[in-house]
Structures are given as C-alpha cells and as structure tokens.
C-alpha cells in the first residue's frame, strides 16, 4: 500500500533558494493552510517542568517563539484537562500542572499570556478544552471539595479506571455548557477545541440513565443524541455571545469502517456522530484523530484513505486532518501526510503534540513560508478597507521603514486584525505568492521596519494588505518601489545557484528544475548518472537574467543518484539528487 501511495504522490522539484514559480507555489505552498500544534498541559506532558512562574512564563515563551519561527499558525492549548483550568474560571479549579496543588493559584494566567503572545504574532488560539472525562488514576482531584468529582458524585462513572461525566444526564451537559460558555465569554479566544466529546465506549454504566431518559430510543441513537445536544446547545448559545468564534472537535479518526482502514468506529463505538455537527452547522471544523501512517504498520488504519474520506464529507467547512507525530513509523513521514493533506483538499493540519515536534526539522520545506489561517465565509466574508497613505523610509542601504494609516472601519463593522507586509522583487507583487509574506503585525501597529539581509535584486517592492477578525484580506495598498544600486554590483559578482528540494507529484512523472540567473549567458543544463555518463542535455542557449522552469520526465530513469549540471559561461555548478519512480 505504501508503495502505491508514495508512487501517486513523489516527484522532484529542484529550486533555486526555495524561490519557486507561481503556479508551484500555488500547488505545494498553499497561502492559506492551517497549521496547529496541540500544546499539552496535562501532566506536564509539554508544559514546563517546573513550578516556579518565571521558569514556566520563559519556558513557554521558548515553545510559541519556537512554533512561530517554523510557521505555525494555530495552538491548540489545552486548559481543560481533568475538571480543572488553567485559567481563572468562575467555575472549576486551578490545575495543579500550575503549582502541583489542583485549585491553588499560580499568581499568573497562562492563558491570558499565551493569548497575548499570539495576537501581537499573528497566530490564533483555540482553547483545548476536554468535555466529559475529568479525571483518572495519575490525577489527584479525590478530596478536593470544589472537583467536579467531588461536588457532584452522582454525575460521575467509572470506566477503566477513569471518572468520566455522563453525558445522558441533562444537568452534565448544563454544567459542562456553563464552564465553556464562562470560558468565552471572559477570554478572546479565536477558537474552541472540543475533545473526549465522546462516550469512553460501548460497556459505559448508564443503564439507569438511559432508563430514565431513553424514551423508547435505542441506546446507540440515544447515546448519540445525547452528545449532538450538548453541540447544539454549545453552538447557539456561543453564537450569540461571540458569532466569530470558531468552534471545533477532534474526534477519532475513522468515522466509520472503510477497506484499508478499519478501527475503533467513533460513529458506532463512541457515539461520535461528528459529521452531523458539520452538516447542521454547530461546528466550524473537525480535526480528526488520523494518527497512522501511510498504511506500512500492520493492522493500522491508511492515513491517506482516511483523509480522502474525511476530506470528502465536510459539508462546506474546514477539515484539519490530524497527524500523530508522537508515533515514530508517522514522524518519520510527516512531509508525506502534509501532501496528502494538500492533495485531497484539506484546509490544514493539527500534530499532536508539541514534544514530538521539538527538534524535528522534517517540517522545513513543507513550511518553508508562512501560510495564512482560511477564512469561514459562512461566518465573514466581506474584506476590511485598505490600508492607506503607505510610504517608506530609507534608514540604511539594506533596511528601510514601511509606514501606512490605519484604514476606516469596513461596512460591516470590522476593524483590522493585523496587516500583512509583502515584499518581492517583481512588480507588480504577487500576493497570492506566500514567498512575499516578510511580517505580519498587529492591527494596533502602523509602521513595520524590514531590513534586506540577503539582496538579490537592484529594485524592491512592498505592499501592505489589511486583515479582519475573519481573515478577510483587503486589496493591496498603493505600491512602494525602493532602490538599492550598491547591492546591484555585487550581485553581478555572485554566481548563480541550484538548490535541490524533493516534492510528491499527484499526476505525472516530471522532474521540475526551476533556476534564476543573475546575468547573462550561454547556458547548458545536462543530467548525469551515479557513474558521470551524461543522460540528458536538458538545455543548451544563450539566456537573459531572469528565473526558468524546464521539465524532464523521469519516466524511462532507472531509480538511483544523478547530478544535475549548469554552468553558465565558465561557472559550473552541480547538484546530486536521488529518483524515485
């Protein structure tokens, strides 16, 4: 199977400095993508191991620092874990991850901070909240008065070893609501991120439950029904209290059954019915539990059939296909399931979780730009106003100050959210190009300084586009052009370069080689095997400064390690790249 898979999806680009073509850029970097990492509090599991505020307040600075540079986007942080918060609920707990004691408090708000941090960056924050399990064996809520355990033991059951909430009982579910509501209503978070909104499984001990509220039903529809409630009433009432909020679930990965993927059913095991969420609009996206691999672990379900699955049922809102990077077989293929993820249409991705990210690098060219968050236009689709009255400031030959004013409120009522600055060395700048996104700063800001590290062209230019709550984009601002004639010497003494970066191809078997050129002059492009026989003379002419795409079809080339040459007059500069068909 995963043969088949990698032979639908492989194929190579070769880049110069990641610097791709539009239409590649379109395909493989996509300018709108949600990438969220699951930041887990529970048990310290990637919170820091400390309890001292100034450590925790430093070490997670270093975790969101960390998740902005490698272009993340989202973070799902989770604040509800057993019954208690790591905020300052009205209604439950301080967790002990805080201060090792449940209920005591920390002195601070981790999630006034972390929420802090995101909007000056850019990110968005759901609040990871778990619904109905509120505590287990390693968790010590036993004896606190103010657990939810502990107040009210009727609502309380046992499986394996674990308190879980029963979901049939009307006042459960009008508790739970209560604690989520009180958590919107008192934090600007972007978003809400239901899990274990489920039944543990199917041997649960609510026979008494189910007699006195069952009616007749059957106790799958009526488990069922029972979780759609509490989604329904949370949706409308979180509506009416904040209509831009979005809100989402992860339930588990196969919905129901399906050749080459069979599992725990969340549909029939769970009593998960989370595509009737999307169906009737109570929720805004799902992020199914996927945490399995192309299909090369025996007895595990295929991601790739998975996210066609889930990707095919979205009823007109977003599906971020789950990855578990924890598992070593799913780590080792992360850059596989995000162009999976691409080609069958997903919005976006959620890796669980941040410890199994820290230190893997495999993610940098699949994130090798930012991506912006997709907007919900069933909940906004009308863009702000532009920024206006854009001008720049040289400060030195290589770093210049934009300035612009504030646009007036658009017809909606939005203000701006953040903007967002392009720079590129094409006119006119292509903003549908995620290469040209250099910041994006906070809608409070109206002036951004941009210093040019590494110039590569004599002229460069900038626009600046304004954000809503929703992530509409306004048109650009008026163009601004800066010159840097010193910078255009030197770069007449730099050679030019091919870099090499693999990429999975969904329909073809071409080889895409994409070089720019800062002079002029002949120029030959030739292939060779592992033993120097030259294969292919792929170009052969005199060429203009400027950035070229050829392509080869690797369809008769035996598996194995080739060179790509180019030398342009009396420079030569080769690349080994490895084939796979």
């Given at each position: ?16 400095n990641?610097l791709?073509s539009?239409?590649?850029l379109q395909?493989?970097f996509?300018?709108y993508?949600v990438?969220?990492?699951w930041?887990t509090t529970?048990?310290?599991l ?5 309890t ?7 070490t997670l ?6 998740l902005k ?8 942080f989770?604040v509800?874990s ?5 905020y ?6 301080w967790s002990?991850?805080?201060?090792g ?15 802090d941090y995101a ?17 287990n ?6 004896g ?8 009210y033991?009727e609502?309380?059951?046992?499986y ?10 009307p ?8 604690v ?6 008192n ?13 543990p499984?199917s041997?649960?001990?609510?026979e008494?439950?189910?007699y006195r ?6 106790k799958?529809?009526w ?6 409630k509490?989604v329904?009433?949370f949706y409308?009432?979180a ?5 831009m909020l ?7 990965g196969?919905?129901k ?6 599992g ?8 998960q019915?989370s595509r ?9 996206y ?5 945490y ?9 379900p ?9 990707c095919e049922?979205k ?7 789950g990855i ?11 850059p ?7 080609l069958y249409?997903?919005e ?28 919900m ?10 920024p206006?009255d ?12 934009i300035?612009w004013?504030?646009p007036?409120v658009?017809r ?9 600055i ?7 700048v292509?903003?549908d ?5 250099i ?11 941009d210093?040019?590290?590494r110039?590569?062209s ?8 304004a ?12 163009e601004?052009?800066?010159?840097m ?12 370069e091919v ?11 071409d ?7 800062n002079?002029s002059?002949?120029v030959?492009?030739?292939?060779y095997d592992v ?10 002419q ?5 950035k070229?795409?050829v ?5 008769d080339l035996?598996n ?7 030398s342009?007059?009396?420079?030569i500069?080769?690349?080994?790249i490895?084939?796979?068909?």
């Open positions: 199977m995963q043969k088949n898979i990698l032979k639908i999806i492989f194929f190579i680009l070769v880049l110069n990641l791709l539009q239409k590649a395909n493989f996509p300018k993508e990438r969220a990492a930041l529970v048990g310290g990637d919170w820091p191991k400390t001292n505020v100034e450590e925790q307040k430093r600075l270093e975790i969101l620092n960390d540079e490698r272009n993340f986007n989202t973070i799902f989770q509800r057993r019954g208690d918060a790591m300052n609920s009205n209604i439950e707990p002990e991850t805080l201060t004691v449940l209920g005591k408090d920390p002195g601070w708000d981790p999630l006034k901070f972390v929420i909007h000056s960056s850019g990110m968005e924050i759901h609040a990871w909240f778990n619904t109905f399990r509120v505590r064996n390693h968790y010590s809520a036993v606190y008065k103010k657990h939810i355990s502990e107040l033991p609502w309380i059951k046992i394996e070893n674990e308190a879980w909430l029963d979901p049939g009982l006042e459960v579910r009008n508790y739970t609501l209560n989520a509501l009180d958590l919107i209503r934090y600007d978070v972007d978003g809400i991120h239901f899990d274990f909104i489920r039944y499984g041997n649960f001990p609510d008494l439950t189910y509220y069952g009616k007749g039903e059957s799958d529809n488990r069922r029904e029972n979780i759609n509490f329904r009433a409308d009432s509506m009416a209290i904040k209509p979005k809100v989402g679930s992860a339930p588990i196969v919905y059954n399906l050749p080459n993927a069979i725990w059913q969340s549909y029939s095991a769970i009593y019915d009737r969420w999307l169906m009737e609009g109570k929720h805004d799902l992020a199914p539990q996927l399995w691999s192309l299909g090369t672990e025996p007895g595990d295929d991601f790739a059939t998975l996210a066609k699955d889930w049922n009823y007109g809102r977003h599906i971020y296909l578990g990077a924890y598992k070593k077989k799913v780590a080792e293929q992360l596989l399931l995000i162009d999976v993820t691409r249409g997903a976006g991705n959620s890796i669980f979780r941040y410890e199994f990210l820290n230190g893997n690098t495999s993610l940098s060219n699949r994130y090798a730009f930012p991506a912006l968050i997709p907007p236009p069933w909940k906004d689709s009308i863009p702000p106003n532009s206006t854009l001008t720049v400031q040289e400060l030195d030959q290589r770093t210049f100050k300035l004013e504030k007036v658009a909606d009522g939005d203000n701006v959210k953040f903007y967002c392009y720079r590129s060395n094409r006119h006119p292509d903003i190009n995620p290469a040209n996104i910041a994006l700063v906070p809608g409070s800001v109206t002036e951004y300084t210093k040019i590290l110039p590569r004599s002229n460069y230019y900038y626009v600046v586009t954000f809503d709550k929703g992530n509409n984009e306004s048109h650009p601002a008026f601004l052009k800066v010159e004639p010193l910078i255009t010497e030197l770069a007449k003494k730099v050679a030019p870099n090499i970066t693999h990429y999975k191809n969904p329909s073809s078997d080889i895409y080689l994409i070089y720019e050129l002079k002059g002949n030959q492009l030739k292939l033993n120097k026989n030259e294969i292919v003379l792929i170009r052969d005199y060429i203009k400064p400027g070229y795409v392509n080869l079809s690797s369809k035996k194995g390690y080739y060179t790509i040459e180019l342009l007059d009396n420079q500069i080769s690349k080994n490895y084939l796979y068909n």
